[in-house]
Nanobody, 117 residues
Framework: QVQLVESGGGLVQAGGSLRLSCAAS????????MGWYRQAPGKQRELVTS???????NYADSVKGRFTSSRDNAKNTVYLQMNSLKPEDTAVYYC???????????WGQGTQVTVSS
């Protein structure tokens, strides 16, 4: 059974930092591209960042220079370090695992991030 469990969300003031984690089980973690998405109320889910099995990353323009994703294949965990947070970063953040060959994907349940002004 595949499970992606996000943690680390919470309430933070603008300018603050949070670190999200996503622990994966039931997948061959090292063969998956891991993505972080977010969905704000009334908006579509959007890609924040992804990191390939080889460690190649890409970021949405809105978070470049502020957010950093990383992964620890030994721990089957991907991280999202979020600095200089803004109120517009408020959303539910979701972790997604996509197998790089089959493209089969799984989602986590999400973790709420709220940034107060």
């Amino acid at each position: 059974q595949v499970q992606l469990v996000e943690s680390g969300g919470g309430l933070v003031q603008a300018g603050g930092s949070l670190r999200l984690s996503c622990a994966a089980s039931g997948v061959i973690f090292s063969m998956n591209t891991m993505g972080w998405y977010r969905q704000a109320p009334g908006k579509q889910r959007e890609l924040v960042t992804s990191i390939t099995s080889g460690g190649r990353t890409n970021y949405a323009d809105s978070v470049k220079g502020r957010f950093t994703s990383s992964r620890d294949n030994a721990k089957n965990t991907v991280y999202l370090q979020m600095n200089s947070l803004k109120p517009e970063d408020t959303a539910v953040y979701y972790c997604k695992a996509t197998h790089e060959r089959t493209r089969i994907a799984y989602w986590g349940q999400g973790t709420q991030v709220t940034v107060s002004s």
